[in-house]
């Protein structure tokens, strides 16, 4: 399975989020994150849409705690302080991905995880379309699956396969979108 921190920034877009957490479900990524982390994407989702529902914000993260157990990292804060990175804000992911003994770091700001400071503790920083990619190519049946799944649960409104993948485009993901379009009569 795939070991992954998953940043803030992927976290915030809540399709993304959703693709995450259920390739998670289906037992194709452990990820991990902490309070820090999650406090960082609510709070940047409350200050850029107020019309987003607090409580309903509040019952995603119970959520995300219920079916996740393990993901919440703790105690890796002793490590922030001797991390370098372009930018110290974030130094705290990367110790959790230590702490945690991640593979990955999924980011959309790849720059401020650089290879050369990940190496030294076998983490890559990865772009999520990169991780759902892998994730994919690790057990295509399985990730088809839940993909297909999360599609299917959408209803307001339902989305064709077609749309579904113009949407993930719109998320960033290329790669993915590139793949499901290979396969798009298999599901």
């Known amino acids: 399975m795939i070991t992954a921190v998953f940043d803030a920034c992927v976290l915030y ?50 959520k995300m705690d219920f079916h996740f157990p393990n993901s919440l990292v703790q105690n890796y804060e002793p490590l922030t302080s001797t991390l370098q990175l372009p930018d110290p804000k974030d130094r705290h992911v990367l110790a959790v991905a230590i702490h945690a003994k991640a593979e990955y770091i999924v980011t959309f700001n790849l720059k401020h995880f650089p290879q050369s400071e990940l190496q030294h503790y076998g983490i890559e920083s990865i772009s999520p379309d990169e991780m759902v990619l ?48 290979e396969h798009e009569n298999d599901a």
Not at 25 to 39: K, N, T, V
Not at 44 to 57: A, H, T
Not at 151 to 173: F, V
Request: hydrophobic share 40%; proline share 5%.
């Open 13 to 62: 877009p809540n399709l993304l989020r959703d693709i995450l957490l259920r390739l998670a479900s289906a037992g194709l990524i452990s990820p991990f994150w902490s309070e820090e982390i999650l406090d960082e994407w609510t709070r940047s989702l409350l200050q850029n849409s107020p019309d987003v529902n607090q409580d309903k914000l509040a019952r995603t993260r119970r």
């Open 134 to 181: 892998r994730a994919i190519q690790r057990r295509t049946n399985r990730a088809m699956t839940t993909i297909n799944d999360h599609r299917l649960s959408l209803t307001r409104p339902t989305l064709s396969a077609s749309e579904y993948i113009a949407m993930l485009e719109k998320q960033g993901l290329p790669k993915t979108v590139a793949f499901l379009r």
